[in-house]
């Protein structure tokens, strides 16, 4: 049969499923292999090389770098790092938990609402850590009102504190922990709880017992969603916690720039993936308990 | 259904009011006349004005705006063929590729940046705009994937089919046919993977080079030195024009209903 | 050359799984074709080797096209028209729109087109002033399915494929479009293959049935020879309802074999090629060809079953009378219902009855 050239080709690909696979995928997973793994490859490689003298990288091996972790100080900046990341996680899901569950039933209101949540997700992260800091710090609106009032006679000391870090996590992470649980919420069938109440349950039962564990996968994945970049987070405890307040983001960070100490960054960054990983085999874990009870 | 009890209520407003408030003072006090004192002294718009004024915003500006524009174009075109490879069935290596999909979702934001100022010190690539870019294609990759596997995944196949028994090639059904039917997908994708990297300070401070920086990395810069009013107007600005965006992309993508009722 | 469709010994294997079995059959020029089978029998895989969305295996035989092989064949490239049951209407095209866009690809001149879209929308009856602007979703469930039917049309193809195009639209409306479509088929001349899981749409619109069961034709025919001479008990199960007996044939009996069933009755089969002495035989009667008698009152020249009636039940055109016989086996009897009210049946449950039929009337089956 006469086919023009492109239709020779379009048939050559019709009938090789593979290589037409490979033609459309190719040049994304070139891209990804080329700037997303081999960096990770390189960074691993780095983590265990000697430091060279002058800062730089030296051909050898070692495990010294990750050996550093054993050490009281990194360990309690690991140990500070993942208690922020639940802190955080846990004050999200109490928040965010009733205003998932308040959209999900709260009928032609619904999508305002939860414009609302999206919203400040779209917002620049900066600009809302700036936010922040407009607020808390010691010339700050709260403090200013506070003064005004007559509450306190001097600033209370609030920008870079722990508190301040954990405030600024939280208020960085909410819409993430939202978002999931309420569409797990907004897919369960309500007539549920009408049965519940049939069959004589109050309502702290209903939720406890319905509700509640209906909606464990968007809790699962609304965890996930917040833990995780809470732990890798250096922007917000940077600008928030000033210098007293190092997480291994920052730790991670200081090794690359000031301290250039790159082997021992890169080794800092692969326990701080380790941890990562570890958060999303939890995460994975439960939901997939999760299917198979379905 | 049973009404939502008040402390519910209450507890929810007070959830709404911590998400929204800081950003309503911010953008009140961008139009303060008073450079130190949070006290209000009146409406000004010279916060605005003194953007202008500033080089370095400026230039970060149009830094952002290339950078975003650029990484959006190429992270939008290669993960909608991504997408594309993997919603038409099995190949070799399909479950690799997933897997691959997952890193960058789960690594965290400066652990990509430090891994590829590694690689570009390795290859001896001179740091500016061009390996913030590559930087940002490389993270917004994943997020237009997914977005455009689910609309592929809403879309009926025998639109496609339709067309080719109708005398439609592959390449004439693809741009009659399947993209019209993704740009709304495509849409929210290039949406997400625009405002990501528009937004981007972490990543971009380790690939940036000197000279180079793009708007987060000035404000930060800002940020770090001292506060003024003008931080305010720039993050307004930044704000609205998010908002705007949002808003616009959102009506395209809606007036476009996918098959059927 | 009066064969539009030749499938050739096809088969097609996707992973494991061989959905369509070394299948062969023709269709006639101009001809109503069915392909009827329940879900995963093999029919859609069928008509998508037909419409060139699958390739048959390498050694999986030939599918031809107007005599010519087609094979490796891209859709675009086979000139067919194709309705499907999601009716694929393109939802960011108007009416008009998706009726030209067939015309456009093939390079109709731009002078023709609009011409044409209006005449095939008026072949469907829907007026081009009206729905031509609209865009599908703003139609109903059967305005889009005529529009679909519209958009393959105006091709003039010589074969028209439908997979099963009225699944989606209520009962009225479906009888109506069969109706309408049958009368296209013959007005246009356009040969049509249509695939259904409904035995009765098919019965009522084809000239030839193609009946498929576990990736093979299990029977081919005209609706009459389906349907009153099904060859296997699926074909017999699936296309109407069906009586089964079982027995052993004893001895010829003038031009027939006298038989004895599994319960120990006799009853009489006439000459088949499935049927020798000593072989067991399975036999289909349809519930409407039984027929109930008092004891002793049976016709001469027709089988006989005794048996004790266990169910009347209601139908409104007809009634249902279960019978059962030895050994533990329930036979329905298909009577036209003359009136309950005014002259109710003479059998209750209970009963002892005869149920009679006459031996031209039991259908051979082979097995599955």
Redesign the interface.
């Known amino acids: 049969m006469n086919r023009s050239p492109?239709?020779a080709v379009?048939a050559w690909?019709?009938a090789r499923?593979?290589w037409?696979?490979?033609g459309?995928?190719g040049?994304?997973?070139v891209?990804?292999?080329a700037?997303?793994?081999?960096?990770?490859g390189?960074?691993l490689g780095?983590s265990v090389m000697p430091r060279g003298v002058y800062g730089g990288v030296e051909w050898g091996f070692t495990f010294e770098h990750y050996g550093r972790f054993a050490d009281r100080m990194y360990l309690s900046i690991l140990w500070r790092t993942a208690q922020d990341a639940g802190i955080t996680t846990l004050i999200c899901l109490l928040?965010?938990y009733?205003?998932a569950?308040?959209i999900a039933?709260s009928g032609p209101w619904k999508n305002f609402l939860l414009f609302?949540?999206v919203?400040?997700f779209?917002?620049?992260?900066?600009?809302?850590?700036?936010?922040?800091?407009?607020?808390l710090?010691d010339?700050?609106?709260i403090n200013?009102m506070l003064l005004r009032f007559g509450l306190i006679a001097e600033p209370i000391q609030m920008l870079y504190t722990p508190w301040a870090v954990l405030v600024g996590l939280v208020?960085g992470f909410?819409?993430f922990m939202v978002l999931p649980i309420y569409a797990s919420l907004e897919k369960m069938d309500?007539t549920l709880?009408?049965a519940a109440e049939v069959l004589g349950a109050r309502?702290a039962a209903r939720f406890l017992r319905i509700t509640l564990p209906l909606s464990l996968p968007g809790v699962a994945a609304g965890c996930c969603l917040v833990f995780?970049?809470s732990?890798?987070?250096?922007?917000t405890s940077d600008?928030l916690g000033g210098a007293k307040q190092i997480l291994i983001?920052n730790l991670?960070?200081n090794q690359?720039t000031s301290a250039r100490n790159?082997p021992f960054?890169?080794a800092a960054?692969f326990v701080?993936?380790a941890v990562?990983?570890v958060g999303?085999m939890v995460w994975q874990r439960i939901r997939d308990a999760d299917e198979r009870a379905i | 259904?049973?009404r939502?009890?008040s402390w519910?209520?209450v507890?929810?407003a007070g959830?709404?009011a911590?998400?929204?408030i800081?950003?309503l003072?911010?953008v009140l006090?961008s139009f303060n006349d008073s450079k130190?004192?949070?006290?209000w002294e009146g409406f000004t718009l010279k916060w605005y004005a003194r953007l202008w004024e500033r080089q370095d915003i400026v230039d970060g500006l149009v830094a952002s705006l290339w950078v975003a524009t650029t990484s959006t174009l190429i992270a939008t075109v290669?993960?909608t063929?991504?997408a594309?490879?993997?919603a038409?069935?099995a190949?070799?290596g399909?479950r690799w590729?997933e897997m691959?999909?997952y890193?960058?979702v789960?690594?965290?934001?400066?652990?990509?940046g430090?891994?590829?100022?590694?690689?570009f010190v390795?290859m001896g690539l001179p740091l500016g705009l061009t390996t913030v870019v590559?930087?940002h294609?490389?993270?917004n990759?994943?997020y237009v994937?997914v977005v455009v596997l689910a609309r592929l995944a809403g879309m009926?196949r025998?639109?496609e089919?339709?067309?080719?028994?109708?005398?439609?090639?592959?390449?004439?059904t693809f741009w009659?046919?399947t993209v019209?039917?993704l740009f709304p997908g495509i849409l929210s994708g290039a949406m997400l993977a625009f405002?990501m990297s528009?937004?981007d300070?972490?990543i971009t401070s380790?690939v940036t080079g000197p000279g180079s920086g793009t708007l987060?990395v000035v404000?930060?810069t800002m940020?770090?030195k001292n506060?003024e009013p003008s931080?305010?107007a720039i993050?307004t600005l930044?704000?609205v024009g998010?908002?705007i965006l949002?808003t616009l992309a959102d009506r395209w993508g809606r007036n476009?209903?996918?098959?059927?009722? | 050359m009066d064969d539009v469709v030749e499938f050739v010994r096809v088969s097609k294997t996707f992973a494991a799984y061989r959905a369509v079995d070394n299948i062969s059959f023709e269709v006639r020029r101009g001809e109503f074709f069915s392909i009827l089978g329940p879900s995963g029998c093999g029919k859609t895989t069928t008509l998508r080797l037909l419409?060139?969305?699958e390739q048959p295996d390498a050694d999986g035989g030939e599918v031809r096209l107007l005599g010519e092989r087609v094979n490796e064949r891209?859709?675009?490239e086979?000139q067919?028209?194709?309705v499907?049951?999601?009716y694929?209407?393109?939802?960011?095209l108007s009416v008009e729109r998706n009726v030209a866009?067939?015309l456009e690809?093939?390079a109709v001149s731009a002078s023709d087109v609009p011409k044409r879209v209006a005449a095939a929308l008026e072949l469907v009856r829907l007026d081009p002033g009206v729905f031509g602007r609209r865009m599908p979703?703003q139609l109903s469930g059967g305005q889009r399915q005529r529009v679909a039917l519209a958009?393959a049309l105006v091709?003039e193809p010589a074969l028209l494929?439908l997979d099963e195009p009225l699944g989606a639209i209520d009962l009225k409306l479906r009888k109506e479009m069969q109706f309408e479509l049958k009368q296209l088929n013959r007005q246009l001349g356009t040969t049509f293959v249509y695939v259904t899981h409904d035995q009765e749409e098919a019965l009522t619109m084809s000239d030839r049935i193609a009946v498929m069961s576990n990736s093979r034709i299990a029977q081919l025919g005209s609706p009459a020879e389906i349907y009153e001479n099904p060859r296997t008990p699926f074909v017999a199960r699936f296309i109407g309802e069906s009586n089964f007996l079982e027995g052993t044939a004893v001895e010829p009996d003038g031009e027939g074999w006298l038989v004895v069933d599994d319960g120990g009755h006799r009853w009489h089969l006439p000459a088949g090629p499935g049927v020798a002495g000593g072989r067991r035989v399975s036999v289909a009667v349809r519930p409407e060809w039984l027929d109930l008698f008092r004891p002793g009152e049976t016709p001469a020249g027709e089988n006989v079953l005794p048996g004790i009636v266990r169910d009347v039940v209601y139908l409104g055109e007809t009634l249902h009378v279960v019978v059962r016989v030895a050994p533990e086996r329930d036979l329905t009897v298909a009577l036209r219902n003359e009136g309950q009210l005014a002259r109710p049946l003479p059998w209750a449950r209970g009963d002892a009855v005869h149920l009679g039929w006459l031996p031209g009337d039991s259908q051979v089956l082979e097995a599955d």
């Open positions: 492109r239709r379009l690909f019709a499923p593979g037409r696979a490979f459309l995928a040049p994304a997973v891209w990804l292999l700037f997303f793994l081999i960096p990770l390189l960074m780095t928040m965010g009733p205003v569950y308040v039933r609302l949540v919203l400040p779209w917002t620049s992260f900066l600009v809302r850590t700036f936010a922040m800091i407009f607020l710090r010339t700050g609106l200013a208020y909410l819409p309500w709880l009408e309502p995780i970049p732990l890798g987070s250096f922007l600008l983001g991670v960070q690359f790159w960054g890169s960054s701080l993936m990562v990983l999303v | 259904m049973n939502l009890p519910l209520i507890w929810c959830v709404y911590f998400l929204h800081p950003i003072v911010l006090f130190f004192s949070v006290a290669l993960g063929l991504l594309l490879a993997l038409r069935g190949f070799p399909r590729l691959l999909l890193v960058p789960v690594t965290p934001e400066i652990v990509v430090i891994s590829l100022l590694v690689l390795a590559i930087a294609v490389a993270f990759l994943t994937v009926d025998s639109l089919e339709a067309a080719m028994v109708l005398g439609a090639d592959e390449v004439t009659r046919i019209p039917q405002t528009f937004d300070y972490v380790f987060p404000v930060y940020v770090r506060i931080i305010n993050s930044v704000l998010t908002v949002v476009r209903p996918l098959a059927g009722p | 419409a060139g969305f891209r859709p675009y086979r067919i028209a194709m499907f049951q999601s694929a209407l393109f939802p960011h866009f067939g690809m093939r979703a958009r091709l494929l």
